[in-house]
């Protein structure tokens, strides 16, 4: 794998715009740099979507295992909106 970023120039994008970005998202994830230091990343739909769907599934997985090694236990919802009682 390249440790080489895929970038665009904050003066670029202002200068062509959008089609700059069209232009290196062909390539992968862009790196948008200001002042030659990396500010923010764009990614293609396609890759923000299956970087949720990741991250949903590895939340999952997590919350299975606290389950599974009784870090955590079932509860009644209802319990949640339940008021204290007046006494």
């Known amino acids: ?3 080489e970023l895929n970038t665009v120039a904050a003066q670029e994008l202002k200068r062509r715009g959008v089609i700059a ?14 002042r030659n230091r990396p500010v923010c990343v764009v990614l293609s739909e396609e890759e923000f979507r299956e970087l949720v769907e990741q991250a949903a599934t590895a939340r999952l997985a997590d919350s299975l295992a606290d389950l599974r090694d009784g870090r955590v236990g079932y509860s009644d919802p209802a319990d949640c909106h339940a008021r204290p009682s007046e006494e």
């Not at 970005?21 to 200001?34: A, C, F």
């Open 1 to 3: 794998m390249s440790t």
């Open 21 to 34: 970005l069209e232009e290196n998202l062909e390539k992968g994830p862009v790196h948008v740099l200001k």
